[in-house]
């Protein structure tokens, strides 16, 4: 990322880092993800996508965590301790990435966690009878030990 107040400027350090990467480190710079653009339009950098006012988890990066908790949350599986655990890596990870002092992750973790809830009660417990399926409730999912992404925020 090289930021510069003119277009002009930008194009001299873009030929520069070229130069710089091509001779002295052997390195090419892919053109698929160079790009020239102005800061209030934005761009994505490693799973952000950063503009004047906000810096925010890109979509992609969204639909890769949910990917994540569904292989996880298979609906016909059984809720124990064990998905517990593996969900709490996943979120843990996923937070501590995006959760930065200068992001705004307030919103989309609150959507992610509604979400994160939804998956698990979809999924079922061992029961002994069929009467026991019941509407998982927030503070039993707490028991459950279940991490939620909003503990993470700075903001």
Do not use: P
């Given at each position: 990322v090289?930021?510069s107040k003119?277009?002009?400027?930008?194009e001299?350090a873009l030929s520069s880092?070229?130069?710089v990467l091509n001779?002295?480190l052997?390195?090419?710079?892919s053109?698929?993800?160079?790009?020239i653009?102005?800061?209030?339009k934005?761009?994505?950098f490693?799973g952000?996508?950063?503009?004047?006012?906000?810096?925010?988890m890109?979509n992609?990066s969204?639909?890769?965590?949910k990917?994540k908790?569904?292989?996880?949350?298979?609906?016909?599986?059984n809720?124990d301790?064990?998905?517990?655990?593996k969900l709490?890596q996943v979120i843990?990870g996923?937070?501590?990435y995006?959760?930065?002092?200068?992001s705004?992750?307030?919103?989309?973790?609150?959507r992610l966690d509604?979400?994160?809830?939804?998956?698990?009660?979809c999924?079922k417990f061992?029961?002994i009878s069929?009467k026991?399926?019941?509407r998982?409730r927030l503070?039993?999912i707490?028991r459950?030990?279940?991490?939620?992404?909003?503990?993470?925020?700075?903001?």
């Amino acid at each position: 990322v090289v930021l510069s107040k003119t277009r002009k400027q930008t194009e001299e350090a873009l030929s520069s880092v070229k130069h710089v990467l091509n001779n002295d480190l052997k390195l090419e710079l892919s053109l698929e993800k160079t790009n020239i653009t102005t800061f209030s339009k934005g761009f994505s950098f490693l799973g952000f996508d950063i503009s004047s006012w906000s810096v925010k988890m890109r979509n992609k990066s969204v639909e890769k965590f949910k990917d994540k908790v569904r292989n996880l949350t298979i609906r016909c599986h059984n809720l124990d301790a064990e998905v517990i655990n593996k969900l709490n890596q996943v979120i843990r990870g996923t937070a501590n990435y995006f959760a930065t002092s200068f992001s705004h992750c307030l919103k989309i973790f609150k959507r992610l966690d509604h979400w994160i809830r939804m998956r698990i009660r979809c999924m079922k417990f061992k029961r002994i009878s069929r009467k026991d399926n019941f509407r998982l409730r927030l503070k039993h999912i707490r028991r459950l030990g279940l991490l939620s992404m909003i503990n993470f925020c700075h903001s």
